[in-house]
């Protein structure tokens, strides 16, 4: 074999090689299956191209592309300024719908970034391969920690201004609560005091005597009695004194009855 | 130094020049070629699977030892073999071998004028000696990168699957969360950065051979150190280029 068609070998083989490597790292994606999406965020969090997508854990894609779009509003007119477009691998399609929420999660010893993807419900709609939707933003940790600055400055700025008065308070407090040790420790005395400890006794069986009597006066048998008495009371309204002297002299009961 | 600085400017405005103009020595280039890839290719294949299989094992220790987790090796390995690793080694390699062949050819060449009779007889010897050379370096040493990386990479990936328990597609999805596509890109424009220095040096160092046995060896020992240094701080500055991308 000639010296150049060893070399043209060699550099098939290199061309080769390089052209496997596209394809492990996903560069080339000849039997690709996947479907994309573009979520709009307004804060990625640090999402890079690249990063994986998952649902319910899972790795099923791939963020393709990132991009700045300045100008675009949702149907709700709201602005959002960045395109994160998605791969999603065709066998998870089918759990994304339209009522799926979009995160920017952290995983990993080195705090990988990755597009977690909830699945929606049944009842929802399928997305269409390229179609648009709002991802939730993630919290801004800066944002957060500047405004614990702030709010450390002001709790701290309170503090300096009302330094005489909250003292004041404290003390009070301070004081307060001797006070209430004070007490605590009275009534702890008193408790092993016998005639305090009779008193409390019997205040225990009154209470104990009044909640049976209010129990039975909430029974069954009370209430058909109050009841018979309202009847009672209902038929006896209507008569007049000479009625009443008749019925007791049919009875047999003798009473002097003025009106 | 700084004669031999200008001298190696000139040789190199010439090969430049003399690049764009007729007759072109395709044969002569291919047969370059074949030397600096074809035969250089199993020697540097073995060299870079020592080489990948000793950085991943040095890489685990080190974390393991530091944070006591080695889950990210396969992708610190898998870049620094592909940034750093897989280009320099081939060079330093190429060096040796072609480097100090090509000084002393050059050298003996000069020693017994034959350069001279190439001049009597018309033919510019940077033409006809440096350009097929810098072909075949610039050629060989983009070829020989990719193949090193790659067999470096494959290499690596058997061993954690040996040695460190990463199975191969543990391995492929570490590698893929750090390295990229580029990197591969970067490392053959390393390897061709490097192509460009080795023939260039040691052609230079041919040039200037003095008589005798002891004037060729001494130009073979100056390439090959000249041409590493030249190499080591190309790879200093153009991984500094490329940390910016």
């Not at chain 1, 779009?69 to 399609?93: C, H, M, Q, S, Y």
């Given at each position: 074999m000639?010296?150049?068609a060893?070399?043209?070998?060699?550099f098939?083989?290199?061309l080769?090689?390089?052209?496997g490597?596209?394809y492990?790292m996903?560069?080339?994606?000849?039997?690709?299956?996947?479907?994309s999406?573009?979520?709009r965020?307004?804060?990625a969090?640090g999402?890079?191209?690249?990063?994986?997508?998952?649902v319910m854990?899972i790795k099923?894609g791939?963020v393709?592309?990132?991009e700045?779009e300045?100008?675009?509003?949702?149907?709700?007119d709201?602005?959002?300024?960045l395109r994160?477009?998605?791969?999603?691998e065709?066998?998870a399609?089918?759990s994304i719908r339209?009522?799926s929420?979009?995160?920017i999660?952290?995983?990993?010893?080195?705090?990988?970034?990755?597009?977690?993807?909830?699945?929606g419900?049944?009842n929802?709609?399928?997305?269409?391969?390229?179609?648009?939707?709002?991802?939730?933003d993630p919290?801004?940790i800066?944002?957060?920690?500047?405004?614990?600055?702030?709010?450390?400055?002001?709790?701290i700025?309170?503090?300096?201004k009302?330094?005489?008065s909250i003292s004041?308070v404290?003390?009070q407090?301070?004081?307060?609560t001797t006070?209430?040790?004070?007490?605590?420790?009275l009534l702890?005395?008193t408790?092993k005091?016998?005639?305090?400890?009779?008193?409390l006794?019997?205040?225990?069986k009154i209470?104990?005597d009044?909640?049976?009597?209010t129990?039975?006066?909430?029974?069954?048998k009370?209430?058909?009695?109050?009841?018979?008495?309202?009847?009672?009371l209902?038929?006896?309204?209507?008569?007049?004194?000479?009625?009443?002297?008749?019925?007791?002299q049919?009875e047999?009961v003798?009473a002097?009855i003025?009106? | 130094?700084f004669?031999?600085?200008?001298?190696f400017t000139?040789m190199?405005?010439?090969?430049i020049?003399s690049?764009?103009r007729p007759?072109?020595?395709?044969k002569?280039?291919f047969q370059q070629?074949?030397?600096?890839?074809?035969?250089?290719?199993?020697?540097?294949?073995?060299?870079?699977c020592?080489?990948?299989?000793?950085?991943i094992?040095?890489s685990?220790?080190?974390?393991?030892?530091?944070?006591?987790n080695d889950?990210?090796?396969?992708?610190?390995a898998?870049?620094?073999?592909?940034?750093e690793?897989?280009?320099?080694?081939?060079?330093?390699?190429?060096?040796?071998r072609?480097?100090?062949?090509?000084?002393?050819?050059?050298?003996l060449?000069?020693?017994?004028?034959?350069?001279d009779?190439?001049?009597?007889?018309?033919?510019?010897?940077?033409?006809?000696?440096v350009?097929?050379?810098?072909f075949?370096?610039?050629?060989?040493?983009m070829?020989?990168?990719i193949?090193?990386?790659l067999v470096?990479?494959?290499?690596a990936?058997l061993v954690?699957d040996?040695?460190l328990?990463?199975s191969?597609?543990m391995?492929?999805?570490?590698?893929r969360?750090f390295?990229?596509f580029?990197?591969?890109?970067?490392s053959?424009?390393k390897?061709?950065?490097f192509?460009v220095v080795?023939?260039?040096?040691?052609?230079?160092f041919?040039f200037?051979?003095?008589?005798?046995?002891?004037g060729?060896?001494?130009?073979t020992?100056?390439?090959v150190?000249t041409?590493?240094?030249?190499?080591?701080?190309?790879?200093?500055?153009l991984?500094?280029?490329f940390t910016h991308?």
């Amino acid at each position: 074999m000639k010296a150049e068609a060893k070399v043209g070998l060699l550099f098939l083989g290199s061309l080769i090689l390089v052209v496997g490597f596209a394809y492990v790292m996903g560069i080339i994606t000849p039997f690709s299956n996947n479907k994309s999406l573009n979520v709009r965020y307004n804060y990625a969090g640090g999402l890079e191209e690249g990063s994986p997508v998952r649902v319910m854990g899972i790795k099923v894609g791939k963020v393709r592309r990132i991009e700045f779009e300045p100008g675009f509003k949702t149907k709700n007119d709201e602005e959002v300024k960045l395109r994160v477009e998605i791969d999603v691998e065709k066998k998870a399609w089918a759990s994304i719908r339209k009522d799926s929420k979009f995160f920017i999660n952290l995983a990993g010893v080195i705090g990988e970034k990755f597009l977690e993807i909830s699945p929606g419900s049944t009842n929802a709609e399928e997305f269409s391969s390229g179609d648009s939707v709002r991802g939730e933003d993630p919290p801004r940790i800066d944002q957060l920690i500047s405004q614990s600055y702030g709010l450390a400055g002001k709790i701290i700025e309170l503090v300096n201004k009302n330094e005489g008065s909250i003292s004041n308070v404290i003390a009070q407090l301070d004081k307060l609560t001797t006070n209430f040790n004070k007490t605590l420790i009275l009534l702890d005395k008193t408790s092993k005091n016998k005639d305090m400890a009779r008193l409390l006794d019997n205040a225990i069986k009154i209470s104990d005597d009044v909640a049976y009597l209010t129990g039975n006066l909430r029974s069954k048998k009370a209430e058909d009695t109050y009841a018979l008495v309202q009847k009672l009371l209902f038929r006896l309204e209507p008569l007049d004194g000479p009625a009443i002297k008749k019925f007791f002299q049919e009875e047999g009961v003798k009473a002097k009855i003025s009106f | 130094m700084f004669e031999h600085f200008v001298s190696f400017t000139e040789m190199t405005t010439h090969a430049i020049f003399s690049a764009f103009r007729p007759p072109v020595r395709i044969k002569e280039s291919f047969q370059q070629l074949y030397f600096v890839a074809n035969q250089s290719l199993i020697i540097i294949v073995f060299c870079v699977c020592f080489a990948a299989m000793v950085t991943i094992l040095e890489s685990s220790f080190h974390m393991r030892l530091v944070v006591q987790n080695d889950s990210m090796v396969p992708g610190f390995a898998a870049m620094l073999i592909l940034r750093e690793l897989g280009a320099v080694v081939t060079a330093l390699l190429l060096t040796s071998r072609v480097g100090a062949g090509i000084a002393a050819e050059v050298g003996l060449m000069q020693t017994t004028e034959q350069i001279d009779a190439l001049k009597m007889l018309g033919i510019d010897p940077v033409q006809y000696l440096v350009l097929p050379r810098l072909f075949a370096c610039i050629f060989g040493g983009m070829i020989l990168t990719i193949v090193a990386d790659l067999v470096c990479i494959y290499s690596a990936m058997l061993v954690s699957d040996m040695y460190l328990g990463f199975s191969p597609a543990m391995f492929i999805s570490g590698m893929r969360r750090f390295v990229h596509f580029k990197d591969l890109i970067f490392s053959v424009i390393k390897g061709a950065s490097f192509g460009v220095v080795i023939p260039l040096v040691s052609c230079h160092f041919g040039f200037r051979c003095k008589s005798g046995a002891e004037g060729v060896g001494l130009a073979t020992t100056n390439s090959v150190v000249t041409s590493s240094i030249v190499i080591i701080i190309i790879d200093f500055v153009l991984s500094y280029l490329f940390t910016h991308f």
